[in-house]
């Protein structure tokens, strides 16, 4: 039995295999069309610097070789080795990373707390709270160190207010064991409002019906925020773990604000070493120094996603 088909009717075909494959090669050009203006700008302004850093670090560039840059000394690892051996360098990756130790943990506390009383114990004013509490985020860090400064001053509001009290104010920025902690209480300061938002927003995901049904079968306030709100917030922590944590190993604003380092290096950080060495005209120096700090940020994030990372 034979099937006619009349002139007047329409026939529908499957589109060949050619026209597929035109149609997601025009895809595929739509998109890197689309991703173009953004990887100019990320070759422009991050590819060529990086791999051109690189390779400064491992040469002897100074600033005197500005005017003929190609006849500089190629001097392999010879930078890192220095950096590895200057005491200086070695005494600031600990200042690094007492910066880490403890503003990370300072920062994501006390964010974790304004978290869960805006979102447990405070309903109306909340977002009023909020932005007041990220306000810190967003404000001139040159304008903010000024008044810390003030504030800090052996003639500072702090020292009156312990004067009042019947306390002797000591010099906070001038002492070697006070400075530091300072320094820590302003970067605290200036990032606890990323690690509220973030931690609201993960509390806010949390199902309510879980806790109910919890709190029915006699699970105090405590036992709910141990066993059930913070295992289903390990992707939240992770991620506010990671941010602070590159903050603080890349932490240069505060010190060089407040202190420029002092007294003593005892505020320097790894990353106004690096700074200072640019100054100095140690461009192969200042730039195996930075490649330090690169090296440190993806060590310490791979370990934190290995430890925080949800399990299965």
């Known amino acids: 039995m034979t099937t006619t088909i009349s002139p007047g009717t329409a026939v529908s ?4 295999r050619r026209a597929k494959r035109l149609g997601a090669h025009r ?11 953004f990887l ?3 070759v422009v302004y991050t590819a060529v610097p990086t791999v051109a850093a690189l390779g400064f670090s491992l040469t002897d560039l100074r600033g005197t ?3 003929n840059p190609f006849a500089v000394n ?3 690892l010879s ?16 200042n690094t990373a007492i910066f880490v130790l403890v503003g990370v ?3 994501m506390l006390l964010g974790f707390a304004l978290a869960l009383a805006l979102n447990e114990g405070v309903r109306r004013p909340r977002g009023v709270l909020r932005t007041i509490f990220f306000a810190p985020v967003v404000t001139n860090v040159v304008a903010v160190a000024l008044i810390w400064q003030y504030a800090f001053n052996t003639n500072g509001t702090v020292n009156e207010v312990l004067a009042n009290l019947g306390f002797a104010g000591p010099n906070w920025l001038g002492d070697p064991n006070l400075a530091m902690p300072v320094v820590i209480l302003l970067g605290v300061w200036r990032n606890f409002g990323i690690a509220m938002v973030l931690f609201l927003a993960g509390l806010q995901g949390v199902p309510e019906e879980v806790h109910e049904a919890a709190a029915l079968d006699g699970a105090g306030w405590w036992r709910r925020l141990w066993h059930i709100t913070t295992p289903l917030l390990v992707p939240t922590i992770l991620l506010v773990s990671v941010l602070l944590t590159v903050f603080y190993l890349q932490v240069f604003d505060e010190p060089y604000l407040l202190t420029d380092g002092g007294p003593l290096g005892s505020t320097e950080s790894v990353a106004l070493y690096t700074y200072h060495q640019f100054g100095f005209g140690q461009f192969g120096l200042s730039s195996a120094a930075s490649f330090v700090i690169l090296v440190l940020v993806a060590v ?6 290995r430890l925080l990372r949800p399990r299965a």
Not at 79 to 94: C, E, I, K, P, S
């Open 13 to 16: 075909a499957r589109p060949s």
């Open 27 to 37: 895809r595929t050009l739509i998109a890197w069309l689309f991703l173009l203006p």
């Open 40 to 42: 100019a700008v990320f």
């Open 65 to 67: 070789d500005l005017r």
């Open 74 to 76: 190629f001097v392999a």
């Open 79 to 94: 930078n890192y080795a220095w950096l590895l051996a200057d005491d200086r360098f070695v005494r600031d990756l600990g």
């Open 105 to 107: 943990p300072l920062t």
């Open 300 to 305: 310490v994030s791979i370990i934190q996603f």
